[in-house]
């Protein structure tokens, strides 16, 4: 059973460095094809994809915010983590990491999500 | 960057109604999309992907279709469980892309 969660801080102040946590389990990061998504919603707000990483390390990331993202994956702790840096109040939303399953019918669509943890900007 | 177009914004609709929600993409995504209900606080779930495919455990009452730009999800008959809201997602190109969402609220 595929389960993921997110950690990090509630509050965080305009220009710090937001780092959240997506702890995942029963499936492994070193497969090639599989990978993992964040992605965010402001509240009352669409949902927007921020950063994703394969299994084999390809990262990629929402030019939007690609010079303030930042993703990474510990294969040892079964982890995935996010850094934004410079953050500011448009920055509060719930994030998200989700996993993507292998297949070709999968490119890139996410089966399993977890619960979400609401980062609330303000100083 | 590929926008996706869903409509309506809203619709409100009654037990056993059939439900349809539009999704648009402004270019040719093939069958590269997918679509996810939402409860209110809860995360997204995977209804659909590949356009018409039916993830496992997702009830026969949902259904896909569409191909290019032009896609569509049905409910063919409306159960209390089914208020809430649907997004799509292009999962074509990079950015990924979702709708701005469709809520379907009880008549």
């Known amino acids: 059973q595929i389960t993921l969660k997110e950690s990090g801080p509630t509050l965080v102040k305009p220009t710090q460095t937001l780092t959240l946590a997506c702890t995942f389990s029963g499936f492994s990061l070193n497969t090639p094809g599989v990978g993992v998504g964040w992605i965010r919603q402001p509240p009352g707000k669409a949902l927007e994809w921020l950063a994703f990483i394969y299994g084999d390390d390809d990262k990629r990331y929402n030019p939007s915010l690609e010079t303030r993202v930042s993703i990474t994956k510990d294969t040892s702790k079964d982890q995935v983590v996010l850094t934004m840096t410079n953050v500011d109040p448009v920055d509060t939303a719930t994030y998200y990491c989700?996993?993507?399953?292998?297949?070709?019918?999968?490119?890139?669509?996410?089966?399993?999500w977890g619960q979400g943890t609401l980062v609330t900007v303000s100083s | 960057d590929i926008q996706m177009t869903q409509s309506p914004s809203s619709v409100s609709a009654s037990l056993g109604d059939r439900v349809t929600i539009t999704c648009r993409a402004s270019?040719?995504?093939?069958?590269?999309l997918a679509w996810y209900q939402q409860k209110p606080g809860k995360a997204p779930k995977l209804l659909i992907y590949?356009?018409?495919s039916l993830h496992s455990g997702v009830p026969s009452r949902f259904s896909g279709s569409g191909s290019g730009t032009d896609f569509t999800l049905t409910i063919s008959s409306l159960l209390p469980e089914d208020f809430a809201t649907y997004h799509c997602?292009?999962?074509?190109?990079?950015?990924?892309?979702f709708g701005g969402g469709t809520k379907v609220e009880i008549k």
């Open positions: 989700a996993h993507k399953p292998l297949g070709l019918l999968h490119p890139a669509d996410f089966d399993f």
């Open positions: 997602q292009q999962a074509k190109k990079f950015p990924l892309t």
């Open positions: 590949a356009a018409s």
């Open positions: 270019q040719e995504i093939g069958t590269s």
